[in-house]
């Protein structure tokens, strides 16, 4: 189990919403930009990583939960976004990193993830 | 799929209305357009958008004027880069007749900076009107990329493969059953083009497209659904 706090400061997230990240867990990790995907492979307490910075990504963290988003590769939210994730209480967080050398650095954290399968819909 | 063996195989299909959409790219409706003439079947000049979420979006126009304005916005937000012709195939511009007038070097296989509830305005803008392309693929779609139909994207209606069948289809999303859906060929091969949307319009128009797919003013869509194995 990893703070989210320790996570933000480590790869030097900036956070994009006021929603606090502390005294928050992260569970696991999660990554893809499909968000079809995410919605059968990101559990609750997760941090999912991925490029995809639309507003569904909010919708999709929210239902499911997660502990945050992490947005790479420079891609920023538009506004609308932003406002939907503070009413939500959705924390994303965005980097100019790549997926890749987001989820090495979240894997050198200890962040895991189930080892399962998530399988096909 | 040259200009005569489109229509050709149109006509066998018993439509009468056709759009062109190329994949980022609408070179080759101008061609399709002036080989219909006389041939009793309307060509919409079109678009297939790949945009920055990777979905897919039909975007349909009444003219060749209105497509080159918005494939040069296209165009603007494409990766600058040039076709590699082995990995993504040659890209031919022909005439009415099919034959090869020039190849188009600059890359179009790839997904445009622009994001869908974007594209949709700039469409609109333009007179156009968008229809999110095969919401029911694995691949590049609405549905699979960005996980359910945003709120935020004002479409009509949305386009299902032609291997949609709705009970299947609405347990599987359930939020399509309140959807004006259309089915297409999204034909890459002659033999892949379909009749199985009809609009009820009264000119082969955008505007009126957009009545039918809103069910307004006595416009309509009727898809035929296959029969469930």
């Known amino acids: 189990m990893t703070s989210l706090k320790e996570i933000i400061d480590t790869l030097s997230l900036e956070t994009v919403v006021s929603v606090s990240a502390e005294g928050r867990s992260v569970m696991g990790g999660y990554a893809s930009d499909l968000l079809s995907c995410a919605m059968k492979g990101a559990k609750k307490d997760y941090v999912w990583v991925t490029l995809q910075s639309h507003l569904n990504v909010v919708a999709v963290a929210s239902l499911l939960n997660l502990v945050g988003v992490i947005i790479t590769e420079g891609n920023r939210p538009d506004p609308e976004t932003v406002a939907r994730a503070e009413k939500e209480g959705v924390l994303l967080m965005i980097t100019p990193k790549t997926t890749f050398t987001v989820v090495g650095e979240l894997t050198s954290l200890g962040v895991r993830a189930e080892t399962q399968d998530p399988g096909r819909w | ?229």
Not at chain 2, 125 to 137: E, M, T, Y
């Open chain 2, 1 to 229: 799929m040259i200009p005569p063996l489109i229509l050709r195989q149109a006509k066998r299909m018993g439509l009468s209305l056709i759009a062109v959409t190329d994949h980022n790219a609408c070179h080759n409706a101008e061609a399709v357009i002036q080989a219909s003439a006389g041939s009793g079947i309307h060509v919409l000049p079109g678009m297939e958008l790949q945009s920055k979420e990777e979905v897919h979006l039909l975007c349909l126009f009444d003219t060749v004027r209105q497509c080159r304005d918005w494939q040069e916005e296209v165009l603007k937000r494409l990766p600058p880069l040039l076709n590699k012709e082995a990995a993504f195939g040659t890209q031919f511009v022909v005439d009415s007749t099919g034959e090869w007038v020039r190849t188009e070097e600059r890359f179009l296989a790839g997904a445009a900076d622009i994001g869908i509830e974007e594209a949709v305005a700039m469409v609109h803008s333009l007179g156009g009107v968008v229809i999110p392309a095969h919401v029911d693929r694995p691949s590049f779609s609405l549905l699979s990329n960005l996980g359910m139909v945003p709120d935020s994207l004002k479409v009509r209606a949305l386009e299902v493969t032609p291997l949609f069948v709705p009970d299947v289809g609405f347990e599987k999303w359930p939020q399509l059953k309140t959807w004006c859906l259309i089915v297409n060929g999204d034909a890459h091969r002659l033999q892949e083009i379909q009749n199985r949307t009809l609009f009820k319009i009264a000119a082969p128009l955008v505007q009126e497209i957009d009545l039918a797919l809103s069910g307004e003013q006595g416009r309509q869509v009727v898809v035929t659904w296959p029969e469930i194995h």
